[in-house]
Nanobody, 116 residues
Framework: VQLVESGGGLVQPGGSLRLSCAAS????????MSWYRQVPGKERELVAGIDGGGGSTDYADSVKGRFTISRDNAKNMVYLQMNSLKSEDTAVYYC??????????WGQGAQVTVSS
């Protein structure tokens, strides 16, 4: 089982990035997928989540209207489109998979830095 994030990097305030999460080793449609983020010294926080079919999403208040989570089960991919980025969005972003039974899975993380 593997989750691999990509698409992180350095962007100016107001800019956009799209994170991708490539899943392998399990049936993606059976898992609720989420993006979390963490900054040093703070707890990991939930940014956005999407159900197995992609019909239901939820977001942290801090990113509503700016971030969009989506998934393509046929391609085993999950995405996080991040627009109007702010300096406070700087963090390591993690992809997370949660099934009804069994263990959760985490990716290794992708650094997003918003700075001028």
């Amino acid at each position: 089982v593997q989750l691999v994030e990509s698409g992180g990097g350095l962007v100016q305030p107001g800019g956009s990035l799209r994170l991708s999460c490539a899943a392998s080793g399990f049936t993606l449609r059976w898992y609720r997928m989420s993006w979390y983020r963490q900054v040093p010294g703070k707890e990991r926080e939930l940014v956005a989540g999407i159900d197995g079919g992609g019909g239901s999403t939820d977001y942290a208040d801090s990113v509503k209207g700016r971030f969009t989570i989506s998934r393509d089960n046929a391609k085993n991919m999950v995405y996080l489109q991040m627009n109007s980025l702010k300096s406070e969005d700087t963090a390591v972003y993690y992809c997370h998979a949660m099934g009804v039974v069994g263990p959760d899975y985490w990716g290794q993380g992708a650094q997003v830095t918003v700075s001028s």
